[in-house]
């Protein structure tokens, strides 16, 4: 799946940005892996949709959590998954609303993950990766959002294919994210654009050569 805001390197980014992206990437994975699941025919009935598109989220979240642990400072990190869990629960709501109708939607799911994320404290990555109860976690809370004909399968899937498939993805986007030049705080963008000399004003740096014309009288006056 191609994802969103692959940014050059020498380019400056705030956290906002860094989370707007991840957010987009999220809900992008979050997407296909349902498709996914129903095109290996496991029944998802509409009520159930949105209870694993959030635990889809937390888990991303989650992984990227561990994925920017070395990358970004521990401030830095604290405010990129907190914009990031925030504007995930943006993506909810505005589309829990749009598909089952009106609702705190954004609260339901700033509740789920923050349960989420005091039970995920308790496994590990390792080597770069969740390890199996990481996943294993994952999968458990997917299996009660599934049908009872399904429940007993889709472990197995989360496990060995979903989570490993959905966790390459999401690793990709941070590795391409959180690899620029700088990253600054909103403020000192927002400084550094209104002190910014615009091209026009820039003191031109061209060593212009005096025309001659000693050919014809098709010259310039």
């Not at 994975?29 to 949709?49: G, M, P, R, S, Y």
């Amino acid at each position: 799946m191609r994802v969103k805001s692959k940014w050059h390197k020498t380019q400056i980014k705030t956290i906002d940005d860094i989370a707007g992206a991840l957010a987009f990437n999220s809900w992008r994975i979050t997407k296909n892996h349902l498709e996914d699941l129903i095109n290996e025919a496991f029944v998802i009935e509409k009520a159930q949709v949105f209870d694993i598109i959030a635990e889809y989220l937390c888990f991303l979240i989650q992984c990227v959590d561990r994925l920017v642990f070395d990358k970004l400072s521990t401030k830095q990190r604290q405010e990129l998954i907190i914009a990031l869990a925030k504007q995930s629960a943006d993506y909810y709501q505005e589309n829990k609303q749009e598909r089952i109708g009106s609702g705190d939607h954004w609260k339901d799911f700033i509740q789920i993950y923050n349960s989420r994320s005091e039970d995920y404290a308790n496994y590990e990555f390792t080597d770069g990766e969740p390890n199996y109860h990481f996943l294993r976690y994952f999968g458990e809370k997917t299996q009660k959002a599934m049908t009872d004909a399904d429940e007993k399968w889709i472990v197995q899937q989360m496990v060995e294919i979903q989570a490993p498939k959905a966790f390459k993805s999401i690793k990709k986007s941070v590795d391409d994210l959180v690899s620029v030049k700088q990253i600054v705080s909103k403020t000192e963008k927002i400084e550094r654009k209104k002190n910014k000399t615009t091209r026009s004003k820039r003191a031109s740096t061209r060593k212009d050569q005096p025309y001659k014309n000693t050919s014809s009288s098709d010259h310039l006056v």
